[in-house]
């Protein structure tokens, strides 16, 4: 169901703040949370303790409603270097569940396809800043990101092919419609760096800022965001990804279910309309 809400647990909601987590951290600037992933020594490569922790931090930030955005972003001089093949004792041994024959078990998506999951299923604007290299995994979460904002330090790297394996982790899906088929191949077929620059101008990158000022800016973006009515907000990104594949009927019915959603908030729909008038800032609620 893409029409729900979250569910109504303060205990849950608070849980990440008292959470000692080992590779993560979560912080907390009004109603924008910034998830960091924090193993800069192995530029923020995924092992198991990443794959509990960060998808437990998500779960809680989406059950509290004071948190209308997440920033994600890395450690040191890495955003994420994908699946963490190396790491003595912590290592992912694989990135997929090895078929039985080519194509066969589709029913099946392996911690790759729910790490994808659970960036899409999140129903608050997503800011990924990009503040080094993204590879792999790493790529595949930073485009899974509603929006992007990097610094000159941001890199990107497809790394699928060198490791004789096809994307995954959602890359497939992401990468062509964020630069579109064409360069989407030339990505994943060359296995090219991208540097910031570039990135910006393919559209991997929506804004691009000095490094000294990332986080601050991404915070600065993701405030553009939470300004306005949070259960409009989320209807709104709902609508938007339903949409990208649906065929024009369904796509409009489906906005009109948006519509219907988005005013249950009474209170918003009232201050929003008063805010107009009164030509200043609104203030909402999500009531």
Request: glycine letters at 8%; one cysteine or more; proline letters at 4%.
């Amino acid at each position: 169901m893409l029409w729900k809400t979250s569910p109504d647990s303060e205990e849950r909601a608070m849980a990440y703040e008292a959470v000692d987590y080992q590779t993560i951290t979560v912080e907390r600037r009004g109603h924008v949370a910034i998830l960091t992933l924090n193993r800069p020594d192995r530029l923020n490569a995924i092992n198991r303790e990443v794959m509990a922790e960060v998808p437990a931090a998500v779960a809680a930030l989406k059950a509290d409603d004071e948190v209308r955005a997440l920033v994600v972003t890395g450690a040191g001089r890495g955003f994420c270097a994908g699946a963490d093949l190396m790491g003595a004792g912590q290592a992912i041994s694989g990135t997929a569940p090895e078929p039985k024959s080519q194509f066969e078990r589709l029913d099946e998506m392996g911690w790759v396809g729910r790490w994808a999951m659970m960036w899409a299923d999140f129903d608050k604007p997503v800011i990924g800043a990009i503040n080094g290299v993204a590879a792999g995994a790493g790529m595949s979460t930073a485009l899974a990101c509603d929006v992007r904002i990097g610094s000159e330090h941001a890199r990107f790297k497809t790394v699928f092919i060198e490791r004789s394996l096809s994307p995954d982790s959602g890359m497939s899906f992401f990468l062509p419609r964020i630069v579109g088929y064409a360069a989407a191949a030339d990505l994943i077929f060359t296995s090219r760096a991208v540097g910031a620059e570039e990135a910006k101008t393919l559209g991997l990158l929506n804004r691009l800022v000095p490094a000294a000022e990332l986080i601050d800016a991404a915070v600065a973006y993701a405030n553009e965001m939470t300004r306005w009515p949070p259960i409009a907000m989320r209807a709104a990104k709902r609508v938007l990804q339903h949409n990208t594949e649906a065929e024009l009927e369904a796509a409009l019915r489906y906005e009109t279910a948006g519509l219907y959603y988005a005013r249950r908030a009474p209170n918003d729909v009232k201050e929003s309309r008063a805010s107009f008038m009164e030509k200043r800032d609104g203030v909402y609620t999500g009531t």
